[in-house]
C-alpha cells in the first residue's frame, strides 16, 4: 500500500498508523478502506486532524465489542487497546481546536 500524502485519505491514514496493507488497524488485521476515510473526511468537514478523531473513536468501538482474553499465560486486553484508541482521538480532537472537558469519575 502507498499512501498519498497529498492526499486527506493518505495523511488520516498516517495519522492514525493505518499504512500497511493488510496489517490494518481494525481488530481483524484489516484496514480502512478509501470509502471509509472519506466518510470520515466528510463526516468532519474535511478536516484531516478531526477525520483521524472520528477513525480513532471507530476504532475504539470496534475493539470494545471483542473481549479480553487469556490462553497459556498469554493475556489479550481488548480493552485496554480500545481506551488507547479513545485517548488518541481525544488527542486529535484537541489538536484541532476542540475543548475538552475531563470527567472524573469515582470508580476509576
Known sequence: MTIDMDSPTGQVRLLIGDAVENIGVKP???????????YFLEREGGSV????????ETL????NTYPD????GLRIN?????????????RFR?????????VVRDDE
Do not use: H, M, P, Y
Request: aromatic content about 8%; hydrophobic content about 55%; overall charge neutral.
Open 49 to 56: 486532524l478531526r477525520a483521524a478523531a472520528l477513525a480513532c
Open 78 to 90: 481488548r480493552s485496554t487497546i480500545a481506551k488507547g484508541w479513545q485517548q488518541s482521538a481525544l
Open 60 to 63: 475504539a468501538a470496534l475493539w
Open 28 to 38: 481483524d488485521g484489516s484496514n480502512f478502506t478509501d470509502a471509509e476515510i472519506a
Open 69 to 72: 482474553f487469556e490462553a497459556d
Open 94 to 102: 484537541v489538536k484541532a481546536g476542540a475543548r475538552v472537558v475531563q
